[in-house]
Structure formats: C-alpha cells, structure tokens
C-alpha cells in the first residue's frame, strides 16, 4: 500500500461522487459514467497506471442503476492498484470502452459483455468470446435461471 | 468375479513334445483376441487427465490390459475415454469426434463430469455426456483412483469379450 501516491491521487482525480477510498489495499474511486475517459487517461499518462487488469461488472438486482462496472489498474511504477466504479441503468447498459488506450481491453470487455451484457462504445468487436453464437441472454445476471441451458447439440432422447 | 473366457486346454492333455493343441470357440477366440486389442483415444478436457496420467503410468499400467497406446486420431482408436466436463460449447466437438471413429467402438465416461455433469449444473456444462453419445461403461469418482479406472477397463473388456463379433459367420 503506497500512502503517498493514494494521496497525490486524490488531490489531482476529484470526481463528482467525492474522493476515493482505500478498500483492502486497493484506492477505489466512484465515478459518473462521463468521467470514466478523462480518468484513466490521466492514471495511465500522468500516474504511470499502465497495465489494465481486468474489466467486470456487479448486478445489484432490484436496484437503480442496476448494473456497477467495475475496472481495475495496476502501476508497475508504483507497484500500487486503482479501481474505478460507475454505474449504468438496466435500459442502457453501456459504457466507454477503454480499447482505444488499452489494446488488452478487447477480450475482457467481450468476456463483459457475454455475460453481463453491457455495451461498451468503441470495442467494435463484441462477439460472444466465452459463450456461443446463439446463446440467448447474459448468465452471470441474477434473473438468468439458473439451471436453464441451451445446448449446441440436440439431446438423445 | 469375471467370467473366464481364455480358451481352454484339455485337462487331459499331456505336455510331452508331440503336437500341441487347444480347443475353444471361434467367437470366445475372437473375443480374447479383441477385449486385449483396445486402442483408446484420450478426449481429455478437464482435471481428471492427472488421473488419467496416473492410470496409465507404469505403478497402475494399463498396458497389462492392452489398453495403453493412446491413438492421437480417433480415426485409428476404437475407446473414446471422456475425461473431464464437457460443456455446451464443447459437445459439438466430442459428436465429431464419436462420429470420426470406426465401428465396433466403444465409450467410457472417465470421472463424475463425463458421467452426469457432477457438480456442474448451469448454462455452461453438459450434464453427461450420454446427453449426446452413447455411453458403455461409467466411472464415478471426482476424479476417479486408478483402481476404478482398472476395474472399469476390466468390465468393459468382459463385455467386449461376451459381445457378438460380426466378423464370426457363416464364411469364417
């Protein structure tokens, strides 16, 4: 955990929800979906964040916005972690993509959006890369039954 | 607890030089013959291929039942061991490669997954792969000790050995 830079973090990325918090070693931040751009290009060109770890999302069911995307970063400069939260509404559930700063940001936003089903503008190829063609539906949502399955191959009887 | 079916010499048959001989029947010869001949192909996917590995090393060594040189195209084999979960995405592959092999064949589900999905059940795995294939013998076991496996190959060689074998008819 590197207190300073956590500190130097908060005073230059100051988004609209209020600063970051340290959760488990890691700085989390809290953003608006407009904000997500302006941030990690100022983590990776001004902070040295220059690895994407993985992009996921979180479906709080019942709640709005429903679904909360969740990107991580990793400096190997200073050895330190960033999150980065927003929200996005079931009706449009779509984000910025991140490919045109991170190449490895395509597979882990088609894996995203296999099974949350979240949009993300600019990554032109959203082919299903987990699943199937075919598959109907995203099943890490919480309203996907959980036992229903949707074979290739038609079953002997 | 197998039923034996080595041919069988005489018990009146005396070793002393002269001309040897053994009786049996065409089709229990033919069957000796095959259930020894098995030629498997690994279709492995999961975890149980560590199994698998062991089972065939020499401590367990299913070269003693004929059944060690893995064939590298199904083609050439006339086993498919399953070994490991099969999913969805994967089914249509494991039909290809079932359809691919030559009659007579056979098929063992090698582990709790190739048997009934185990504890898989959800949008991604296939509950058992007799959902797509025809299945001969079933090996439980998540995964299962070698000696399942063997006991396993030893079933399916008595049922091989006690099957009806085509090429045994009126011309052979």
């Not at chain 1, 990107?71 to 999150?83: E, G, I, L, M, P």
């Not at chain 1, 509404?89 to 190449?103: A, M, R, T, W």
């Not at chain 2, 086993?79 to 009659?103: F, R, S």
Request: net charge neutral.
């Amino acid at each position: 955990m590197d207190l300073p830079l956590f500190e130097a973090l908060n005073q230059a990325i100051v988004p609209a929800a209020g600063p970051a918090v340290v959760s488990h070693g890691i700085l989390v931040f809290v953003l608006a979906p407009d904000e997500l751009l302006p941030t990690v290009r100022q983590l990776r060109d001004v902070h040295g964040f220059d690895i994407f770890l993985d992009v996921t999302a979180v479906d709080w069911i019942g709640q709005e916005p429903r679904f909360e995307v969740v990107h991580h970063f990793y400096s190997t400069v200073h050895k330190a972690r960033v999150r980065l939260k927003l929200r996005v509404p079931e009706s449009d559930p779509s984000v910025d993509s991140l490919v045109p700063l991170y190449g490895s940001a395509a597979f882990m936003e088609r894996e995203c959006h296999d099974m949350y089903g979240i949009r993300f503008r600019g990554n032109a190829d959203l082919r299903p890369i987990l699943l199937y063609e075919g598959f109907v539906g995203h099943p890490l949502r919480k309203d996907y039954p959980k036992q229903q399955e949707q074979p290739l191959v038609p079953y002997r009887s | 607890m197998y039923a034996r079916t080595v041919p069988i010499v005489p018990a009146s048959h005396q070793k002393d030089g002269a001309f040897e001989y053994l009786t049996t029947r065409k089709d229990e010869l033919i069957g000796w013959a095959r259930k020894f001949s098995i030629f498997p192909y690994p279709f492995v996917t999961a975890c149980c291929a560590m199994e698998f590995m062991a089972v065939s090393a020499s401590p367990y060594d299913t070269d003693r039942f004929g059944a060690a040189l893995p064939r590298f195209s199904p083609r050439q084999a006339d086993l498919l061991m399953v070994v490991g979960t099969v999913t969805h995405k994967q089914a249509p592959i494991l039909l290809k490669v079932y359809e691919q092999m030559c009659e007579p064949k056979w098929v063992m589900a090698f582990g709790v997954c190739a048997t009934s999905g185990g504890f898989y059940q959800n949008y991604a795995a296939l509950p058992g792969i007799d959902k797509v294939i025809p299945v001969d013998i079933y090996i439980p076991g998540c995964p299962p000790r070698p000696e399942m496996v063997i006991d396993g190959i030893m079933q399916l060689q008595e049922k091989i050995a006690g099957s009806r074998h085509l090429i045994v008819n009126d011309r052979f």
